[in-house]
């Protein structure tokens, strides 16, 4: 009896312990599933759990003050979508008006969508119950955009017209329009989707095609370390990132950073979503 009651008593020590264990130990990003594709079709990867150095060092070319360096660590691994949400995928969540400035075949990233037309996305996205979706965080963009290199691009310090769309607009800056033509793209205007090699992490149009809206407001960076900054509290305008097709390549560094109203419904601006690791 004395040793039937000890061995329930070590039993129950080993299950505290190992309740405790778990506590303290995050989630393994291998025990998720690396890739899935939802019912829209939208493709996700598992972006890791990690830190790396956001913004940009002094020596780097075309470089903003606004991109002070600092240390962050992503606690949580996530879900990245792989590309920008195209015309399709909006269609088939949100419809297709009569009338409607969104035109153009189903895998172009959809654009002239404001800040909030991407949360009515989001909202309507959230009610099928397949997980929980949301914009980026601006640091999670550049964590995912970096796909853990540190230069200018995600492959090297150099902006070429064969890796990203960029200054595919005749009229105020036509550098690519030739290596645009020459991939059987039209000009002046956006690509479709994946017409670019991806990043290291398998993650498309990162840099160019469309500017892409982040769940931050616009605010100073700060030099101290960082835990999965949420950008300030009150502000106005909402960051974007990458770069887009209309213009200059230096836009779509890792590190460059633009915001805009929110309620701006800009042809060269889009979002892609973040879908929260269970």
């Known amino acids: 009896m004395r040793r039937s009651r000890s061995m329930r008593e070590n039993r129950f020590?080993?299950?505290?312990?190992?309740?405790?264990?778990?506590?303290?130990?995050?989630?393994?990003?291998?025990?998720?599933?690396?890739?899935?594709?939802?019912?829209?079709?939208?493709?996700?990867?598992?972006?890791?759990?990690?830190?790396?150095?956001?913004?940009?060092?002094?020596?780097?070319?075309?470089?903003?003050?606004?991109e002070t360096q600092h240390p962050v660590t992503i606690s949580r691994s996530f879900y990245m979508q792989v590309t920008e949400v195209t015309l399709e995928q909006w269609w088939a969540l949100m419809g297709r008006k009569l009338i409607d400035p969104r035109k153009g075949p189903g895998n172009l990233p959809v654009t002239r969508v404001s800040w909030y037309d991407s949360q009515d996305f989001i909202r309507a996205l959230n009610e099928k119950n397949e997980g929980t979706y949301r914009l980026p965080t601006e640091a999670e963009w550049e964590y995912a955009a970096r796909a853990g290199t540190t230069t200018a691009y995600s492959w090297g310090d150099a902006i070429d017209c064969t890796r990203a769309m960029y200054a595919n607009n005749r009229l105020k800056s036509p550098q690519c329009i030739e290596d645009v033509k020459a991939k059987g793209l039209e000009p002046d205007g956006p690509a479709p989707v994946k017409s670019y090699p991806p990043n290291p992490w398998g993650l498309f149009d990162m840099h160019g095609n469309v500017w892409e809206w982040c769940r931050d407001r616009f605010g100073p960076y700060t030099s101290a370390p960082q835990v999965d900054p949420r950008g300030p509290q009150s502000g106005e305008m909402r960051v974007r990132r990458g770069g887009s097709w209309y213009r200059y390549g230096y836009s779509c560094r890792s590190a460059n950073r633009a915001f805009a109203n929110p309620a701006s419904r800009l042809r060269t601006t889009g979002f892609r979503l973040v879908r929260e690791v269970p």
Do not use: H, Q, W, Y
Request: charge should be neutral.
């Open 13 to 66: 020590i080993l299950i505290l312990i190992a309740v405790f264990l778990l506590s303290i130990c995050p989630f393994n990003a291998t025990s998720f599933e690396k890739t899935f594709k939802n019912s829209l079709g939208m493709e996700f990867v598992l972006v890791p759990a990690g830190t790396f150095t956001m913004g940009s060092p002094p020596t780097e070319r075309f470089r903003d003050k606004e």
